[in-house]
Nanobody, 122 residues
Framework: QVQLVESGGGLVQPGGSLTLSCAASGFTVDYYAIHWFRQAPGKERERVSCISGSDDGTYYADSVKGRFSISRDDAKNTVYLQMNSLKPEDTAVYYC???????????????WGKGALVTVSS
């Protein structure tokens, strides 16, 4: 059974850092791409990052490029999203998801985690 569980959300001041974790089960993250999405109140869901399951290729949205970093721990079957220089506009619920495809190309996600709330505020 495929499951994705996010953790690590919380309240952080502007300019601060936070790391989200996405623990996967039922498949291996070293084979399939994992995507991170976020959705802020009243806004459309946005894909912010992805790490592929083949060549370790990555994707970052322009809004987070240079501030966010995605990585993977194959032994823990977990993907991380390191978020630095956080801004109030980064406030959102962050979801990890997979389409059970190897590459980070856009696709309809088949499985989603329940989300982790990140609030950036002073």
């Amino acid at each position: 059974q495929v499951q994705l569980v996010e953790s690590g959300g919380g309240l952080v001041q502007p300019g601060g850092s936070l790391t989200l974790s996405c623990a996967a089960s039922g498949f291996t993250v070293d084979y399939y791409a994992i995507h991170w999405f976020r959705q802020a109140p009243g806004k459309e869901r946005e894909r912010v990052s992805c790490i592929s399951g083949s060549d370790d290729g990555t994707y970052y949205a322009d809004s987070v490029k240079g501030r966010f970093s995605i990585s993977r721990d194959d032994a823990k079957n977990t993907v991380y999203l390191q978020m630095n220089s956080l801004k109030p506009e980064d406030t959102a619920v962050y979801y990890c998801a997979t389409a059970l495809r190897r590459l980070c190309a856009r696709a309809n996600m088949d499985y989603w985690g329940k989300g982790a709330l990140v609030t950036v505020s002073s």
